[in-house]
Nanobody, 127 residues
């Protein structure tokens, strides 16, 4: 059974930083087989793509709203993917979800291409 466990969320002030982690276990194939992503869902809004990283870590993609402020990375030896959140803004307030792609590449980034999801971690930014 695949498990994705996020951690690192919290309550911060605008301009602060956070680092989210996602520990993955129970995959059918090695962790380095899969691209990984982060999504977020603000209250009353649809889930939206935030960032993704290819299986090797060589390629990354970001939503325009977080480009230059957020950084996704992974440690394949630890089966862990990270999301560094810098210069946080009130609008970044949301539940952040880690997700495992069905592919190794970043060709498809829609939520339907991610087959396993974590339970989410709350990030709250006060203005």
């Amino acid at each position: 059974q695949v498990q994705l466990v996020e951690s690192g969320g919290g309550l911060v002030q605008a301009g602060d930083s956070l680092r989210l982690s996602c520990q993955v276990s129970g995959l059918r194939f090695p962790f380095l087989t899969y691209a990984m992503g982060w999504f977020r869902q603000a209250q009353g809004k649809e889930r939206q793509f935030v960032a993704a990283i290819s299986s090797s870590g060589d390629n990354t993609k970001y939503a325009d709203s977080v480009k230059g402020r957020f950084t996704i990375s992974r440690d394949n030896a630890k089966n862990t993917v990270y999301l560094q959140l810098n210069s946080l803004e009130y609008e970044d307030t949301a539940i952040y979800y880690c997700a495992q792609s069905i592919s190794h590449s970043l060709q498809n980034l829609g939520a339907s291409y991610f087959e396993s999801w974590g339970q989410g971690t709350q990030v709250t930014v006060s203005s």
